[in-house]
Nanobody
């Protein structure tokens, strides 16, 4: 049974940082690229970041470039996302996702598996 379980969400002050984690099970983690998406109230789910299966390549949404970092630990089947300089615009439910092959990073249909999400609320 495939499971992606996000953790690390919560309420933070603007200007702060947090690290989200996603624990994967039920599939070959090391073969999959891993991504993070987020969905704010009333908005579409949007791409945040992706890391390749090798861990050598990463991509970020323009709004997160320079203040976020995605990483993976294949020994723990975990992918993490650090976001710095948080602002109210970062308030959203953050989702972890896994995909295989050569899918487009920002396309939701490139990902086969999804977590349930973790809420991040940034107070101004």
């Amino acid at each position: 049974q495939v499971q992606l379980t996000e953790s690390g969400g919560g309420s933070v002050q603007a200007g702060g940082s947090l690290t989200l984690s996603c624990l994967a099970s039920g599939f070959t983690f090391s073969s999959h690229y891993m991504g993070w998406f987020r969905q704010a109230p009333g908005k579409e789910r949007e791409f945040v970041a992706r890391i390749s299966s090798s861990g050598m390549h990463s991509e970020y949404a323009d709004s997160l470039k320079g203040r976020s970092a995605i990483s993976r630990d294949d020994s723990k089947n975990t992918v993490s996302l650090l976001i710095d300089k948080l602002g109210p615009e970062d308030t959203a439910v953050y989702y972890c996702a896994a995909g295989l092959g050569f899918g487009t990073a920002w396309a939701r249909n490139s990902y086969n598996y999804w977590g349930q999400g973790t809420q991040v609320t940034v107070a101004s």
